[in-house]
């Protein structure tokens, strides 16, 4: 009996650990279901928080000092998922990145503004502009955050369906938890 409530103990713990099952967007982009992970429950994570984003999962991940704190469904801007190159290419920057501001967004309920672009960033856009891969008079752009979606928009991130300028989007209540705990300062991994 004890052996049998073990199992099924551990099964069922397997299985909440598991990832969330895949499935394929409008592009046929395969990335895990729009499924909030968490251990914590409610809690507040412990300080310091770090937060990366993998573009490859639609994923943005929270870390804080204990560990693994929450994984939220997120997208992004251009289809390609490609590092932003210069201002106006809807890419979303990849690198190692700061929160440098937060405010309440009309239209994005709230913003988390970074800090692209880097040194790294700007050392990457002269690179590909002396190449000519982008235009001489090309600019590397500005305003990169974490934000979320219109009102009655959600769908767009149960969907993967990226439609942003480059930011990183959420859904309205995950911005809103992520807001009352990521400070100015707190770091920001950006990778495919």
């Known amino acids: 009996m004890k052996t049998t409530l073990l199992r099924s103990g551990l099964i069922a713990a397997a299985f909440f650990l598991l990832p969330a099952h895949r499935i394929a967007n409008a592009d046929g982009h395969v990335a895990h279901a729009p499924v909030r992970k968490t251990l914590k429950g409610f809690s507040l994570p412990s300080q310091p928080v770090r937060i990366v984003i993998d573009k490859s999962a639609y994923e943005l991940q929270v870390y804080d000092a204990q560990g693994w704190y929450a994984t939220y469904p997120v997208v992004f801007g251009n289809n390609s998922l490609a590092d932003k190159c210069m201002e106006g290419d809807r890419c979303t920057p990849e690198g190692d990145f700061r929160i440098i501001n937060k405010r309440v967004h009309n239209k994005w309920s709230r913003f988390l503004g970074i800090d692209y672009p880097t040194a790294q960033s700007i050392a990457r856009f002269q690179e590909l502009k002396r190449r000519g891969k982008i235009p001489a008079t090309a600019t590397p752009g500005a305003g990169v ?46 990778r495919r």
Do not use: F
Request: hydrophobic share 30%; aromatic share 14%.
């Open 145 to 190: 955050g974490i934000h979320g979606t219109w009102p009655n928009d959600e769908y767009m991130i149960d969907r993967y369906s990226n439609w942003t300028n480059g930011c990183i989007a959420m859904k309205n209540e995950d911005v809103q938890e992520l807001y009352q705990y990521a400070t100015v300062g707190t770091p920001v991994q950006i």
